[in-house]
């Protein structure tokens, strides 16, 4: 469930010109006629789908709704004279190289475009200091590439706020799109480029691809490799119950990625049905009291001789002193609340002479690097082919995305900013509850 309303947004999708170049893919314009059809600039999808049967029916202005995305009868690049680039940002996430994969592919074979280059170790492979030399990428260069974690064209934090010498070294590759793989740091980066490149009079296309492995992008769906996340997170989870299940006062306790948002954690939890308390940043919980955690867990191994705890990496935050220190994306640096939970847990026991035996599993990083699971997989080479799409179409600033099952282009603007979260209000977490049995709320006021 997407947690931002549909009123009041801008989602018109910015154009670098009129597209007069007959698309070199054949598709049909005819519905029924069994062919695959093309997508018009006039085909639209709403965002938000909810409807209360006791209002009159709204009629909406193509501002407010969401333009389809896919392959265009008439594009804007002409495909023999066209050179695009690829980066990947930020932390690593599965698909990345399924993505690459689908975007090199159909640009080559769909558009017949023969310079394709990807550029290495993100934002930083463009800044002339670094002296990093980029990739040439082609259907044999990244036909298997999809089998292995990672990215092949490298990954780093930072540089993306370094705009002007990032879009220096675009002009002197004579780059025409760029296609920018990464999360919400990542894409206000690619926003500013394409700033900077419209200030210049500039004909680049930049397109986004919403990578974030916490699913936190607002008006995404579902960013590509959330799905293998929490497969790899659930095998953690069981291996964490197993653990518990098999001591005395067995405690599991097991923390997931989420900064800001908790979806990994949750979706975990009615994946897994092993999960006896699930902590997230939009819940708020304290340790001690009547009603904080520290007792709840006390009265479930009471009652059954072990629990299994989750919680996401930016929950509890409250509980360290306030910092504004922050890494190389601009990201605020947290409290480990893994250990600080395990230590609280672990001294509150002993306080009262209850003896428990605690496992502590952090799968961070092998959750991240895993290969992309069959489902991420599909969804990533769906999301790389209408990236392509878009470039030759001359669309820019855009990102794509999935919304109520439906490929779409939304501005950057407007998905970076805000941030999608989990709705304590919502159905989902209203599973985790009845998955759970975890109180409603876990404070004492």
């Known amino acids: 469930m997407l947690s931002v309303m549909a009123i009041n947004h801008d989602f018109t999708v910015e154009t670098l010109g009129k597209a007069t170049i007959p698309s070199p893919i054949t598709y049909s314009t005819v519905l029924g006629d069994a062919i695959a059809n093309y997508v018009?600039?006039?085909e639209y999808v709403l965002h938000n789908i909810e409807v209360d049967a006791?209002?009159?029916?709204?009629?909406?202005?193509?501002?407010?709704?969401?333009?389809?995305?896919?392959?265009?009868q008439q594009i804007y690049f002409s495909p023999g004279h066209v050179h695009a680039a690829i980066v990947t940002c930020g932390g690593?996430?599965?698909?990345?190289?399924?993505?690459?994969?689908?975007?090199t592919r159909c640009l080559w074979y769909r558009y017949g475009v023969r310079r394709i280059s990807g550029v290495r170790f993100g934002y930083q492979g463009f800044l002339p200091e670094n002296n990093i030399p980029t990739m040439?990428?082609?259907?044999?260069?990244?036909?298997?590439?999809?089998k292995i974690g990672g990215t092949v064209l490298g990954s780093s934090r930072g540089g993306g706020n370094q705009t002007e010498a990032i879009v220096d070294t675009i002009e002197r590759m004579n780059v025409n799109m760029l296609f920018s793989i990464g999360g919400d740091g990542t894409q206000k980066g690619a926003l500013a480029i394409a700033?900077?490149?419209?200030?210049?009079?500039?004909?680049?296309?930049?397109?986004?691809?919403?990578?974030?492995?916490?699913?936190?992008?607002?008006?995404?769906?579902r960013s590509f490799g959330f799905e293998t996340a929490v497969g790899e997170a659930t095998g953690t989870v069981s291996s964490a119950h197993t653990e518990a299940h098999s001591a005395i006062n067995g405690i599991g306790l097991v923390k997931l990625m989420g900064r800001d948002s908790g979806f990994i954690a949750a979706h975990t939890a009615v994946a897994s049905h092993e999960a006896n308390f699930v902590l997230i940043p939009e819940v708020p919980f304290e340790l001690d009291g009547p009603n904080g955690l520290l007792e709840h867990l006390k009265k479930r191994l009471d009652r059954r001789g072990h629990a299994v705890v989750?919680?996401?990496?930016?929950a509890g935050q409250q509980l360290f002193p306030a910092s504004d220190v922050t890494d190389a994306s601009g990201n605020r640096k947290l409290g480990d609340i893994g250990v600080y939970l395990k230590g609280q847990i672990i001294d509150h026991f002993k306080k009262i002479g209850m003896s428990v035996n605690l496992k502590y599993i952090d799968p961070s990083y092998i959750i991240r690097s895993a290969v992309?699971?069959?489902?991420?997989?599909?969804?990533?080479?769906?999301?790389?082919?209408n990236a392509a799409h878009a470039a030759m179409a001359g669309k820019t600033k855009i990102i794509i995305s999935l919304v109520n099952n439906v490929f779409v282009h939304v501005?950057?603007?407007?998905?970076?900013?805000?941030?999608?979260?989990?709705?304590?209000?919502?159905?989902?977490?209203?599973?985790?509850?009845?998955?759970?049995?975890?109180?409603?709320?876990?404070t004492n006021e």
């Not at 009159?56 to 896919?70: N, R, V």
């Not at 989750?310 to 930016?314: P, R, T």
Request: charged share 25%.
């Open 195 to 221: 700033e900077e490149i419209e200030r210049r009079g500039l004909k680049i296309s930049v397109i986004g691809v919403p990578k974030t492995i916490d699913n936190d992008l607002a008006f995404i769906q």
């Open 92 to 103: 690593l996430c599965p698909g990345l190289n399924d993505v690459i994969r689908a975007i």
């Open 136 to 146: 040439e990428l082609n259907p044999i260069v990244v036909d298997d590439i999809h």
């Open 54 to 72: 006791q209002r009159e029916s709204k009629t909406h202005t193509p501002a407010e709704l969401l333009q389809k995305a896919g392959p265009r």
């Open 411 to 442: 501005p950057i603007q407007m998905v970076v900013s805000t941030r999608n979260c989990v709705d304590p209000e919502s159905s989902l977490w209203r599973d985790v509850i009845e998955t759970t049995h975890q109180p409603l709320i876990m």
């Open 40 to 42: 018009r600039d006039d």
């Open 310 to 314: 989750i919680v996401a990496e930016g």
């Open 372 to 385: 992309a699971a069959p489902t991420d997989s599909l969804y990533c080479s769906r999301l790389g082919n």
